[in-house]
């Protein structure tokens, strides 16, 4: 009797021990961890190091906040990395498994990449033999520069501050551009924006694109390129956000660096852009699960370069659909985990060739609810608008075609797809947010209109009566065989000027 008690009693410990977690037994268990020296440092220099060193990576204002290039600066953070490389928030990157291998700037590692990470950390982080390490790798140290030494250093004129009170602040800059800064008009090669505070939180300029946070630098493809014009200034749409209080406020002075085509150089496209947002939605008080689509379509072939989804602190996740005029369609992008911290533009390593007739639609998904920890208030009813605390359905696309007919992007010019959109008119001009323009909020060329528009004469337009405007136009437009003019949106506004807003 005692015997086999005694038997059960070693088999219930034999069995509790096998349930232990790993970690508790592997720091002398796990002989064949991996160490620093022979497998961490490499992973390190291969995946984090372009972020995580001294002078690294400033992705819109992103910056590491640490290095982890020796094992003195690795040790301490061993937990931290093995957690955050499991929970796959690092290296960051957004889109799903199904888009891997297509992005140029993908920043993915392997399930076994991870677990070296997680093996050392649970092993005690060991520090390894040095005769089995990697060479250090070379950071380029001209200014820390990622597209290396730059031709043009722009700034904006002079510099401005961001006041205590401030916690969102949209303001126009200036650089003037001097004969001595650029003497002739020349293409663009690479641009990358510094911005000259931490208050930055993006920065539009038109035909050199902006950044905000997480943004890699652009890096056009041999034969693309954007224009920089003599004697053009450059306007700085910048979108200042911090905490406000006493001491808070912050001088801001922010650059671009540029790279140019050689004179002469062949440069036969110039990249073109579509902006797929909305601007009639409203996001009930706790809503989980909001979600609205735009569409643009394509009317001649085209090359798609990039992708770059748009949303505030509500925004849930994010996704790009071709639908092909054979019937077929495919994702082109899925981001199921939308983080507003990160604006990543995915970029194509071989561009994406669709056909003309090709729609592609831009659906997004937000979360108004209490269990969504960035959202600044689950009781509010959200409507599109600038601050990150209204919200934004943007669904940026760029793209090369053979005719090169449509200008430049951010509002560079030239296209005929323009097209005026009165939901958007609505949401730029909603001075008192109630989701209507007023009579007395509307600008003055609307009010011409007003009758057609107004149709339930309550003296203002609702988006309903906005998209019914849209249509109308449309209509008016196609039997006058010519293209509504793009309103001026004025000051604020984001680079929209080719939406289609959707169903109309
Ligand atoms: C594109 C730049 C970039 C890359 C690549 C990158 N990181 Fe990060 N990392 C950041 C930034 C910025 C932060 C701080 C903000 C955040 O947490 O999102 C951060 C935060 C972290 C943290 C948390 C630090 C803290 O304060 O708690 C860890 C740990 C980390 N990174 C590890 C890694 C590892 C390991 C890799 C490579 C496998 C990696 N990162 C790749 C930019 C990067």
Redesign the pocket.
Known sequence: MKRSISTLGIAILLVTMAALPAAANTESADLEAPTFHNEVSR??QA??Q???RPNG?N?GG?????A?VTYDQTRP?AK??A???QSR????WHASAGQNGLFKNE?T?TEEEVDV?VRWAAAGAPVGDPATAPEAREWPTDGGWMIGEPDLVLNVDEPYFVEDDVEDQYIYLKTTMTKDLLPENRMVKAIEFRPGSSAVHHIIVPNLGGIAPGNDPTIYTDGIASELKAGQDLQWQMHYHKEPGEGTGVWDQSQVALKFYAPGEEVKYTLQGAGLSRFDFALAPGDADVTTTAEHVFDEEARIVSYLPHMHLRGKSAKYTAYYPDGSSEILLDVPKYDF??QTAYEYGEFKTVPAGTKVVFQSWWDNSADNPHNPDPTATVRWGEPTTDEMSFGFLSFITESNSGGSMFGGGGSDRDEMDMTAIVAFMDENRDGKLQKDEAPKQLLAYWAMIDTNKDDAMDMVEAKAANAALAKMMAARGQKADVEDKGPGAEPTKKSSAGDR
């Open positions: 992973l390190l995946e984090c372009v972020c995580h990576a992705l992103m910056v590491a906040p640490m982890l953070w931290s990395i957690r955050k490389v928030e690092m290296p960051p920043r590692i990470f911290n990160w």
